[in-house]
């Protein structure tokens, strides 16, 4: 539990570094006179490290594991938001965005793996527990960037490096523990899960999931992205009480995710999985429409319950999750 403990702490510090990025668009927007669409860049480039990278970085370490990735992208993180502390020109921005994608994209697949290896069978405690971290850091960065940068201006930016610093230090202490443990996560070469689904079905179960992720964070990325402005424009409200709505909106993120596998367990993930996305429909559309106290509210209910879990498959296996190795079925939403 310690190791889980400390992969959380360290996901926790990874996506609040993430979330001071879209914090203070509104501050570079009006500090460089940028468009909404080189705000789009940003976000564009910075998901593209972060989130593109990570398929590959995964599918490589799973066959050659490189503990040491997980400081060196720490030290990645940490460089870009030093340069993001001291940019003066649009292309400066890319590159601290970028930099700040990397150390996430090699971040995810590492940690999550020893949180997986640490759990001692226990895999939907320890991918919750993870997950929840990350999830909680999403949320309080808006709070600290509106406290720390926006009364005092982007070069405070350089005080999110004292997190990056002490991540590094977290996560050098967890490579040598993956280090030492390695020989537990070695993939069976040929091994099959017998999950009891056609191939055709299992291709069909992962497209669904990937139209439905993709169109999960398509929404995500869009209001992380232009939330801020949006509050600011229709309501007049200053930028930091502006971080105060995207909070909620990002702590409702959190919740959800915890609250999403004791839901899933109870009632099925199917049905948690399909209201996810069209149970937020009619609030999102009725957004534009409302004054402030009920964006508040549908902010948070903009984010209903997903699970992200593991547990033992049966045999008639069930639409809707990934078949992964050792016989469990993945389910991260």
């Given at each position: 539990m310690r190791v889980i403990g400390a992969c959380a702490l360290a996901h926790l510090i990874n996506d609040l570094i993430q979330a001071v990025l879209p914090s203070i668009y509104p501050v570079l927007k009006a500090s460089y006179g940028?468009?909404?669409?080189?705000?789009?860049?940003?976000?564009?480039?910075?998901?593209?490290?972060?989130?593109?990278?990570?398929?590959?970085?995964?599918?490589?370490?799973?066959?050659?594991?490189?503990?040491?990735?997980?400081?060196?992208g720490s030290v990645c993180t940490l460089v870009g938001i030093l340069l993001l502390a001291s940019v003066g020109t649009f292309p400066t921005i890319l590159m601290a965005s970028a930099l700040v994608g990397v150390g996430s994209s090699t971040f995810h697949p590492e940690a999550s793996r020893i949180a997986r290896l640490a759990s001692g069978g226990r895999y939907g405690l320890a991918q919750s527990t993870f997950q929840v971290g990350g999830n909680a850091g999403s949320a309080f960065g808006p709070?600290?960037?509106?406290?720390?940068?926006i009364p005092y201006g982007q070069g405070h930016?350089?005080?999110?490096?004292?997190?990056?610093?002490?991540?590094?230090?977290?996560?050098?202490?967890?490579?040598?523990w993956y280090?030492?443990?390695?020989?537990?996560?070695?993939?069976?070469?040929?091994?099959?899960?017998?999950?009891?689904?056609?191939?055709?079905?299992?291709?069909?179960a992962l497209v669904v999931?990937?139209?439905?992720?993709?169109?999960?964070?398509?929404?995500?990325?869009?209001?992380?992205s232009y939330f801020t402005f949006y509050l600011i424009e229709k309501f007049g409200l200053s930028v930091a009480n502006s971080q105060l709505y995207l909070f909620l909106f990002l702590g409702a993120?959190?919740?959800g995710t915890f609250f999403g596998g004791p839901i899933?367990?109870?009632?099925?993930?199917?049905?948690?999985?399909?209201?996810?996305?069209?149970?937020?429909?009619?609030?999102?559309?009725?957004?534009?429409?409302?004054?402030?106290?009920?964006?508040?509210?549908?902010?948070?209910?903009?984010?209903?319950p997903w699970s992200c879990s593991s547990r033992p498959m049966r045999a008639s296996g069930e639409s809707g999750c990934a078949p992964s190795e050792g016989g469990q079925q993945l389910c991260c939403l």
């Open positions: 940028l468009t909404f669409t080189q705000v789009g860049l940003i976000t564009l480039t910075f998901q593209l490290t972060a989130s593109l990278l990570q398929p590959w970085v995964g599918y490589h370490t799973d066959r050659h594991p490189k503990p040491w990735l997980l400081p060196v709070l600290l960037a509106a406290a720390i940068i930016v350089a005080w999110f490096g004292l997190f990056a610093t002490f991540a590094i230090a977290v996560l050098y202490g967890l490579s040598r280090r030492n443990h390695l020989n537990l996560f070695r993939l069976k070469v040929g091994s099959v899960a017998t999950h009891g689904l056609s191939r055709r079905r299992v291709m069909l999931l990937a139209v439905l992720v993709f169109s999960k964070y398509f929404y995500m990325a869009s209001l992380t993120v959190a919740a899933g367990d109870r009632i099925g993930r199917k049905k948690v999985i399909w209201f996810s996305i069209l149970g937020a429909a009619p609030f999102t559309l009725a957004l534009p429409y409302v004054g402030l106290f009920w964006t508040g509210v549908l902010s948070m209910v903009l984010r209903p």
